[in-house]
């Protein structure tokens, strides 16, 4: 996946956890509605779940150049070219 991306992954997981441990009053708990919280552990894990979409993206997308490849040799060159 190169360089830069696990260096994107890890400049965006500490941010979240943060965020995560704050919408979990994981320091200290206020009390009352949270509902700040609340707002916040949403956009949490959307943001989380957005990442693990990218990463399979950017796995799937690695595997795909080999795998056409490969088939396109088995098959001669017949496969259109990427």
């Not at 994981?26 to 990463?55: M, P, Y």
């Not at 690695?62 to 088995?74: C, K």
Request: proline fraction near 4%; glycine fraction near 10%; charged fraction near 15%.
């Amino acid at each position: 996946m190169g360089e830069q991306v696990p260096k994107c992954f890890g400049f965006l997981g500490t941010p979240l956890s943060y965020l995560y441990r704050l919408a979990t009053c994981a320091w200290r708990c206020d009390g009352g509605a949270h509902i700040i919280q609340e707002i916040v552990t949403r956009c949490v894990n959307s943001a989380f779940a957005a990442l693990r979409k990218a990463h399979l993206l950017l796995v799937v997308t690695t595997w795909i150049g080999p795998l056409h490849r490969m088939a396109s040799d088995r098959m001669g060159g017949a496969l259109v070219q990427l």
